[in-house]
């Protein structure tokens, strides 16, 4: 069964870049059977898909995210991490880093990591 | 960028009550569909996928149905544990993956 964990900074200043980056174990992340993705939740909000990424590199991400995100694999440590630019008050949210297989859905989840941007 | 809208945003029901929540898309699915669960502080569950499979260790009061644009998460007979908010989301084999904007059921 895989586990998913996310780690990083739980505050980032307005205008810099939030990375985090989630660690999976339980599994290979060059399996060609998943997604690798990043969810957000804004305080008291809704779920918001920000992006995905394939074992090959292949990315993919919510058009209105698209300028300010980058998704990227690392193989050889077996983690998949999240940059986004020139954050705002906004983007303060929990975030997930979670897996989709196939047609199930997201099926493993990471706890969440709550990102506070603030001066 | 495909839309997905959840109606009712809340609803409140008693204990054995049928709960139905529907979520519609702004293009067509085929069949690609799952629902979620979230309770307070925890991460989302998946309940159902490809609109009406049920995921394993999911109890048999969840089902869900529909084809194309219209999808439904029927609760047969609600429980004191079914207080929770409940997600649609796209889920083809491959991203993107929209999700609607919840329903919050409670009990009564």
């Known amino acids: 069964q895989l586990q998913l964990q996310e780690s990083g900074p739980g505050l980032v200043k307005p205008s810099e870049t939030l990375s985090l980056t989630c660690n999976v174990s339980g599994g290979s992340i060059g399996s060609s059977s998943y997604y690798w993705g990043w969810i957000r939740q804004p305080p008291g909000k809704g779920l918001q898909w920000i992006g995905s990424v394939y074992y090959t590199g292949s990315t993919y991400y919510k058009p209105s995210l698209k300028s300010r995100v980058t998704i990227s694999v690392d193989t050889s440590k077996n983690q998949f991490s999240l940059k986004v630019r020139s954050v705002t008050a906004a983007d303060t949210a929990v975030y997930y880093c979670?897996?989709?297989?196939?047609?199930?859905?997201?099926?493993?989840w990471g706890q969440g990591t709550l990102v506070t941007v603030s001066s | 960028d495909i839309q997905m809208t959840q109606s009712p945003s809340s609803v409140s029901a008693f204990v054995g009550d049928r709960v139905t929540i529907t979520c519609r898309a702004s293009?067509?699915?085929?069949?690609?569909l799952a629902w979620y669960q979230q309770k307070p502080g925890k991460a989302p569950k998946v309940l159902i996928y490809a609109a009406s499979n049920l995921h394993s260790g999911v109890p048999s009061r969840f089902s869900g149905s529909g084809f194309g644009t219209e999808f439904t998460l029927t609760i047969s007979s609600l429980q004191p544990e079914d207080s929770a908010t409940y997600y649609c989301?796209?889920?083809?084999?491959?991203?993107?993956?929209?999700f609607g904007q919840g329903t919050k059921v409670e009990i009564k």
């Open positions: 293009q067509n699915l085929n069949r690609w």
């Open positions: 979670a897996s989709a297989f196939e047609v199930a859905g997201n099926v493993y």
């Open positions: 989301q796209l889920a083809n084999s491959f991203p993107p993956y929209a």
